[in-house]
């Protein structure tokens, strides 16, 4: 199985790429399990694979990321991310059966975030599981405290945001 994350700079033309073991890039696995089937990822983003290069690269730094997964049965991916800076990001991730998956992640104030997702099982097929959601206090440090809105189920927000 090869991984390899490839990523360019917003300030220049040249890309970097690295390759990761299958013990950097998943959780470790227990006797009898393998990383074909039985794999977790370490981190669901790929500026945290980054980091591991180097810790003074952030989101904001980067135009844009591809983590490929080759040479497995059932994990071959590729998800590429695009950073617009500011927790503002979009991301395509395709499997080796074809299956698709959009998310946009649009950070539009200091506590709120909004996420459209789109999927689909193959270039043929339709558009599934199409969600739009708003997320209050989404981050990290209040964790227990987000609150999730689903346009999609007709869920809004009606006050204003502010920093609390």
């Not at 390899?4 to 696995?29: A, G, M, N, R, V």
């Not at 980091?51 to 590729?78: A, F, H, M, P, W």
């Not at 189920?153 to 920093?163: P, Q, T």
Request: net charge negative; aromatic share 14%.
């Amino acid at each position: 199985m090869k991984i390899e994350i490839t990523y360019k700079f917003k300030d220049s033309e040249l890309t970097k790429k690295f390759e990761l073991t299958p013990e950097q890039y998943f959780d470790p696995i227990v006797e009898g399990e393998n990383y074909e089937n039985d794999s977790i990822e370490q981190f669901g983003d790929t500026i945290d694979y980054i980091k591991r290069v180097d810790i003074s690269i952030t989101e904001n730094d980067l135009e844009y990321s591809i983590l490929k997964i080759q040479g497995s049965i059932k994990s071959d991916s590729t998800l590429r991310t695009t950073y617009y800076g500011n927790e503002t990001e979009f991301r395509y991730f395709v499997d080796y059966e074809g299956w698709e998956l959009i998310v946009q992640s649009i950070r539009i104030a200091e506590n709120c975030i909004v996420i459209n997702r789109m999927e689909r099982d193959n270039i043929n097929s339709e558009w599934t599981n199409i969600s739009y959601l708003t997320g209050l206090n989404y981050k990290n440090e209040s964790h227990g405290r987000e609150i999730w809105y689903s346009a999609t189920k007709g869920e809004y927000i009606k006050r204003n945001l502010n920093n609390d």
